[in-house]
């Protein structure tokens, strides 16, 4: 993962060129006083988003999934006044901490953690930039129809989400019929799974990085699709905290 080239390091409105239109399997987007199809994510201007990180913390980002097309993701920095292309991104992979976690609803009493590691699903061999720690997409998608054999979710699903991924494909009636019975498995644009799961992670911010503004990239490498997603936030990292003992 990480060697596929892509339009813009920060992602591309609707994942398309201008003049291009609307593509396929989620390449789409509704034009708006901010952005427009074909704008480029590395060419908005700064925003400030209130985050502030301190160097050598752990800190915890997350992403939602609404067309699943499987793959794993990883996540860098680079300084906000850098050209934001991929290499600079490169420079920077951050390194996960700890568990994954699925949250609902932004509830943490009902969070439900697990361990990439040991179920093989975080590597740092083969990717790219080198060395880089990478953690699989947990949330299986179900299409036998379209995909071929999926894997188990980590959460318990009901015998109603159970059933409907077994009688129901992509395109069929029962995912319109199913809207959101399942927890963690399928997709969320018209499919199964519940529209408000997040995927969490904690990474680590370098020790070493000098305080300043910069720029998070998260970045999907799909499986199930020749696609690659990304999105960019704007951050500050300051001085490391120093413990008074």
């Given at each position: 993962?990480?060697?596929?080239?892509?339009?813009?390091a920060c992602g591309v409105a609707g994942g398309r060129l201008h003049g291009q239109g609307a593509g396929c399997a989620g390449a789409s987007f509704q034009n708006s006083s901010v952005a427009k199809?074909?704008?480029?994510?590395?060419?908005?201007?700064?925003?400030?988003?209130?985050?502030?990180?301190?160097?050598?913390?752990?800190?915890?980002?997350?992403?939602?999934?609404?067309?699943?097309?499987?793959?794993?993701?990883?996540?860098?920095?680079?300084?906000?006044?850098?050209?934001?292309?991929?290499?600079?991104?490169?420079q920077m992979p951050l390194d996960f901490v700890g568990p994954s976690i699925l949250r609902w609803?932004?509830?943490?009493?009902?969070?439900?953690?697990?361990?990439?590691?040991?179920?093989?699903?975080?590597?740092?061999?083969?990717?790219?930039?080198?060395?880089?720690?990478?953690?699989?997409?947990?949330?299986?998608?179900?299409?036998?129809?379209?995909?071929?054999?999926?894997?188990?979710?980590?959460?318990?699903?009901?015998?109603?989400?159970?059933?409907?991924?077994?009688?129901?494909?992509?395109?069929?009636?029962?995912?319109?019929?199913?809207?959101?019975?399942?927890?963690?498995?399928?997709?969320?644009?018209?499919?199964?799974?519940?529209?408000?799961?997040?995927?969490?992670?904690?990474?680590?911010?370098?020790?070493?990085?000098?305080?300043?503004?910069?720029?998070?990239?998260?970045?999907?490498?799909?499986?199930?699709?020749?696609?690659?997603?990304?999105?960019?936030?704007?951050?500050?990292?300051?001085?490391?905290?120093?413990?008074?003992?």
């Amino acid at each position: 993962p990480g060697s596929a080239p892509v339009i813009d390091a920060c992602g591309v409105a609707g994942g398309r060129l201008h003049g291009q239109g609307a593509g396929c399997a989620g390449a789409s987007f509704q034009n708006s006083s901010v952005a427009k199809m074909g704008d480029m994510g590395s060419r908005l201007p700064p925003l400030d988003s209130g985050v502030v990180w301190a160097a050598g913390s752990s800190v915890e980002v997350g992403w939602t999934v609404m067309a699943n097309h499987g793959g794993g993701y990883a996540y860098r920095l680079a300084p906000a006044g850098a050209s934001l292309t991929e290499e600079a991104f490169r420079q920077m992979p951050l390194d996960f901490v700890g568990p994954s976690i699925l949250r609902w609803d932004g509830n943490k009493s009902s969070q439900l953690e697990f361990d990439p590691k040991k179920l093989g699903w975080e590597t740092n061999e083969g990717t790219i930039p080198k060395g880089s720690s990478w953690r699989k997409n947990p949330i299986p998608s179900g299409i036998w129809q379209r995909e071929g054999p999926t894997f188990d979710p980590v959460c318990v699903e009901s015998a109603a989400c159970r059933q409907a991924l077994a009688t129901g494909g992509l395109g069929s009636t029962v995912e319109g019929n199913h809207q959101g019975v399942c927890r963690c498995s399928h997709f969320s644009n018209g499919g199964l799974l519940l529209p408000n799961l997040e995927v969490v992670d904690s990474i680590r911010i370098p020790e070493n990085l000098k305080p300043g503004r910069y720029v998070l990239q998260w970045r999907w490498d799909c499986e199930e699709t020749d696609q690659v997603w990304a999105s960019c936030s704007d951050v500050t990292v300051a001085a490391p905290v120093e413990l008074v003992v």
